[in-house]
T-cell receptor
Framework: NAGVTQTPKFQVLKTGQSMTLQCAQDMNHEYMSWYRQDPGMGLRLIHY???????DQGEVPNGYNVSRSTTEDFPLRLLSAAPSQTSVYFC?????????????FGSGTRLTVV | SQQGEEDPQALSIQEGENATMNCSYK?????LQWYRQNSGRGLVHLIL?????REKHSGRLRVTLDTSKKSSSLLITASRAADTASYFCATRAGGTSYGKLTFGQGTILTVHP
């Protein structure tokens, strides 16, 4: 089925470990974004991309890296996990042309850092 | 800081009543979007209104946009128990930040059968 696929769905990390959250979409969308959702905070933008090879920082980029080598994939790397990064992470994508399209969201990755 | 502020934070109504949620934002936008999130799930896009539009309808949803006041409202008419969810407004920036979609903190809607 077409859509945004996030893996893993759940992950427990120890403080200081690194890991990559995977995000892939098969809709040929130009725009992709990563958000984190914490209770009472809504969704906060971490990083976003408007096309392969182009990335930019959002509201809360510290501690996270991204790259966009293909249109389909937009992995999020946690460099050295901290308890403050415990959150639910969502990846989303949107057609870029015309800019007046909504985003399609993945089902999320629930990350716990202990 | 987040772009959108939503009001109320929580809304509890009876089935059949209308639900109105408001969103205010701070900077110029290209468009404003509304999303729904059921508990523990991803967000689902509901409706988009462009900065040059004032009102838009989709089924039981009605969205208004007032760019002079930097505010929007989402009206759900004849609500159903299945409408129980969190609702978020999101703004797409204009200019060179067009790739950014920024969310508000959301309104939790509970519709009692």
């Amino acid at each position: 089925n077409a859509g945004v696929t996030q893996t893993p769905k759940f992950q427990v990390l120890k403080t200081g470990q690194s890991m990559t959250l995977q995000c892939a979409q098969d809709m040929n969308h130009e725009y992709m974004s990563w958000y984190r959702q914490d209770p009472g905070m809504g969704l906060r933008l971490i990083h976003y991309s408007v096309g392969a090879g182009i990335t930019d920082q959002g509201e809360v980029p510290n501690g996270y890296n991204v790259s966009r080598s293909t249109t389909e994939d937009f992995p999020l790397r946690l460099l050295s996990a901290a308890p403050s990064q415990t959150s639910v992470y969502f990846c989303a994508s949107s057609p870029g042309q015309g800019r007046n399209y909504g985003y399609t969201f993945g089902s999320g990755t629930r990350l716990t850092v202990v | 800081s987040q772009q959108g502020e939503e009001d109320p934070q929580a809304l509890s109504i009876q089935e059949g009543e209308n639900a109105t949620m408001n969103c205010s934002y701070k900077t110029s936008i290209n468009n404003l979007q509304w999303y729904r999130q059921n508990s523990g799930r991803g967000l689902v896009h509901l409706i988009l209104i462009r900065s040059n539009e004032r009102e838009k309808h989709s089924g039981r949803l009605r969205v208004t946009l007032d760019t002079s006041k930097k505010s929007s409202s989402l009206l759900i008419t004849a609500s159903r128990a299945a409408d129980t969810a969190s609702y978020f407004c999101a703004t797409r920036a204009g200019g060179t930040s067009y790739g950014k979609l920024t969310f508000g903190q959301g309104t939790i809607l509970t519709v009692h059968p």
